[in-house]
């Protein structure tokens, strides 16, 4: 249940720490949070990370990193190598961020369950108020996956907040 190199719980320690707790009642306070944020485009996504930041926060927008890797519009489409490079990115940047902040916002629209399950996220966020339509390509596919997340973080004890 521990990483062997820096003494800190596993990921499947601080999985079974988190569902010990919520069985429990109690709320784990985590000195470090990652928060992913998730929802159709036009959400709220952004702002809610806006609404919640403090001087000690950093936010990783990975649908825009992967839209920039392509000189694209964050709501334009961009092609799956962006994708997977902005995740790839992602892995060293919570390493890294997490030295410097306490909490870390991830806004990411529909990730699937092992991008979850790689970000390892103390709390995630599902907006689903959509403040401005865009049309998406993949809305039935996003929604699916969304309800995934949730099932899994209701499943494991991760904090979810639905707004």
Known sequence: ??????????????LYLRA????????VNMMKETILVVGLRGCGKSTYCKQHMDDNTLVYDLDAIASAFRLKMPHEEYFKPARRMANDFLKGFLIKAHEYCKKIFIIRTAP??????????????ICRTRHVVRPMDDEKEALDRIKKIENYCKGRGIDLEII
């Not at 010990?20 to 709320?27: N, Y």
């Not at 699937?112 to 966020?125: A, F, G, N, Q, S």
């Open 1 to 14: 249940m521990h990483n062997h190199f820096t003494g800190d719980l596993s990921k499947k320690g601080m």
């Open 20 to 27: 010990l707790a919520a069985e429990r009642g109690i709320k």
């Open 112 to 125: 699937y369950i092992k991008e979850l399950e790689d970000m390892e996220p103390t709390r995630v966020v």
